[in-house]
């Protein structure tokens, strides 16, 4: 794999967007575009932890904003809109969100206090709530396990969770009205916690996992295709590239929970390797 670009907090959120790599630095509030020469810029600040982010139909930025509470959207003048009120849904906070071809955007929380690890029984309390384009707010799925990256398949049916605690991503069709129905398990993937997804032309889901090190390409029903190890935690895959298909990755050191707070080296970097098939549906692309 080839470094893109080194000397970064905790990275999340790649997006492949108008020929450019779009990523987001948690820990320095700052969502930054890279090309594929590694030439960088600063495109949004803005200090929430997450600091996730998709595109509208139109182009338009969409981040999940845990300081107020809300989705906003980043207008032609630099500033921020709200375009939904989020505050009804959940005291702990939001993490992914997927847009899709339709304009309608999914927005999970795991609905726990992180900190204090993972909650006890069966049923969990993560959700994904829908938006639609007029900022309507409903909640499409309940009882996930830390819900994490979501992706969209290009027929704009299937929304895929990665469901991280159950090490699992699960699957759901997609209605006309943008609900969800039809749960099952997409893939079964034994040990590992899948963190960032993204899907492929080939009908294969990638998803980074911290604590395991690595970057997996998995198709439905569970069997591993690829493999990539890595030497730090990866946080979230993106498929994209200027110059053929490549895979992208959001990696940085990851502390444990007892060190979360306190941890300042995450030497978060970008990394990029060449693979066959490129990618399919959403996040944007």
Request: with cysteine.
């Amino acid at each position: 794999m080839d470094v893109l670009l080194s000397g970064l907090g905790l990275v999340e959120s790649p997006r492949w967007h108008e020929g450019r790599l779009w990523f987001s630095d948690w820990t320095a509030g700052e969502i930054i575009v890279v090309d594929d020469n590694g030439g960088r810029e600063v495109m949004v600040r803005h200090a929430s932890l997450p600091l996730c982010f998709d595109f509208l139909p139109s182009g338009r930025l969409v981040l999940v904003s845990n300081q107020r509470r809300a989705l906003l959207s980043l207008e032609t003048d630099g500033s921020f809109a709200t375009y939904a009120d989020l505050s009804e849904t959940s005291r702990y906070g939001w993490n992914d969100i997927v847009i899709d071809g339709r304009g309608d955007a999914y927005v999970n929380s795991g609905n726990f206090d992180f900190a204090a690890g993972p909650p006890e029984g069966v049923v969990q309390p993560g959700f994904v709530v829908l938006i639609t384009p007029d900022g309507t707010v409903r909640m499409v799925a309940e009882d996930l396990a830390f819900p994490n990256g979501m992706a969209i398949t290009s027929d704009n049916r299937t929304l895929v969770v990665a469901d991280s605690y159950r090490h699992q991503l699960v699957a759901f069709d997609i209605g006309a009205d943008g609900g969800l129905s039809g749960r099952r398990v997409w893939a079964d993937l034994g040990d590992d916690a899948p963190d960032g997804i993204c899907l492929d032309a080939g009908g294969a889901a990638w998803y980074a996992d911290v604590p395991h090190q690595h970057c997996v390409r998995v198709a439905e029903g569970g069997q591993v295709l690829t493999t990539l190890p890595l030497d730090r935690g990866g946080f979230a895959c993106m498929l994209g590239g200027a110059r053929g298909p490549h895979l992208y990755v959001a990696a940085a050191r990851w502390p444990g929970f007892a060190g979360l707070s306190t941890h300042t080296q995450w030497e978060g970097q970008v990394l990029r390797t060449s693979v066959a098939v490129g990618g399919a549906g959403w996040p944007a692309r």
